[in-house]
């Protein structure tokens, strides 16, 4: 999501790491939400909170992304 304030304190967000630096105050983050957390659900609670976004895409791991992470990305070389 793109940013004026770091989201690491909003409901769900497990994991929030910036990407590049901020442009005119605002700034891209990465984050990761907790499981069951619908991103709607956030989207909604920043609207209804104030809390200002520029840009909130989504992005759901495919089943490659979900294997490199639970065997590590070592072993996807291993045939």
């Known amino acids: 999501l793109t940013a004026k304030a770091d989201p690491r304190g909003l409901p769900g967000v497990t994991a929030a790491v910036a990407i ?3 442009q ?11 499981p069951g957390t619908a991103p709607g659900d ?5 609207t209804e909170q104030g809390f200002a976004l520029r840009g909130f895409h989504t992005h759901t791991p495919s089943l490659h992304d ?10 996807e070389s291993v045939r």
């Open 20 to 22: 590049g630096a901020p």
């Open 24 to 34: 005119d105050g605002w700034r891209q983050w990465d984050i990761t939400l907790a």
């Open 66 to 75: 979900v294997f490199l992470h639970l065997v590590g990305a070592d072993r």
């Open 42 to 46: 956030l989207l909604q609670y920043c």
